[in-house]
T-cell receptor, first 115, second 108 residues
Framework: EAQVTQNPRYLITVTGKKLTVTCSQN?????MSWYRQDPGLGLRQIYY???????DKGDVPEGYKVSRKEKRNFPLILESPSPNQTSLYFC??????????????FGPGTRLTVT | TQLLEQSPQFLSIQEGENLTVYCNSS?????LQWYRQEPGEGPVLLVT?????EVKKLKRLTFQFGDARKDSSLHITAAQPGDTGLYLC????????FGKGTRLHILP
């Protein structure tokens, strides 16, 4: 089954304790992306990757790191989490359509709480 | 300034009614996408529109891309409770940008 998986689905942690949220896709997509979703602010792109070893900042990259060592995996790293990073996080991977469109498939989400 | 403005923010209607939601911008885009998100899940792509004036139908859902490729509408005919969810439009402007969505609730 074609899918994007994220782990963990739920995480409660404390300020300053490094964490990694994993993302994996089995569709051989080149483009992968991380978003956070907050009430009143909608979905905002954190980082994206056009291909292996190529990553770029989205709209809200501060406090996050990513890596793309393999095509299928795109982990999101919070080196020193803070309470303002409490949010619902989504990973997505994309097929590039014939018109250059990005048809994204989203993971199930990771709900992160930083106390 | 929000690149994509979606309206209305919230809409609650009775089953069987028709409705239209909008996604507007002052910028021109080469394509626009609509997603639906249900509680506790990730967004799911419904449609991509690429040509000005294009109309696409997905069962009871009709999507239209404005002639100037600055706006789009989603019309639902005879709404059903299963249509309940958050409807998001998205464009690619270097990065991928989403509107804040229209939260739709269909009352049985």
């Amino acid at each position: 089954e074609a899918q994007v998986t994220q782990n963990p689905r739920y995480l409660i942690t404390v300020t300053g304790k490094k964490l990694t949220v994993t993302c994996s896709q089995n569709m051989n997509h080149e483009y992968m992306s991380w978003y956070r979703q907050d009430p009143g602010l909608g979905l905002r792109q954190i980082y994206y990757s056009m291909n292996v070893e190529v990553t770029d900042k989205g709209d809200v990259p501060e406090g996050y790191k990513v890596s793309r060592k393999e095509k299928r995996n795109f982990p999101l790293i919070l080196e020193s989490p803070s309470p303002n990073q409490t949010s619902l996080y989504f990973c997505a991977s994309s097929l590039v359509g014939t018109s250059g469109t990005y048809e994204q498939y989203f993971g199930p989400g990771t709900r992160l709480t930083v106390t | 300034t929000q690149l994509l403005e979606q309206s209305p923010q919230f809409l609650s209607i009775q089953e069987g009614e028709n409705l239209t939601v909008y996604c507007n911008s002052s910028s021109v885009f080469s394509s626009l996408q609509w997603y639906r998100q249900e509680p506790g899940e990730g967004p799911v792509l419904l449609v991509t529109v690429v040509t000005g004036g294009e109309v696409k139908k997905l069962k009871r859902l009709t999507f239209q891309f404005g002639d100037a490729r600055k706006d789009s509408s989603l019309h639902i005919t005879a709404a059903q409770p299963g249509d309940t969810g958050l409807y998001l439009c998205a464009v690619r402007d270097d990065k991928i940008i989403f509107g804040k969505g229209t939260r739709l609730h269909i009352l049985p």
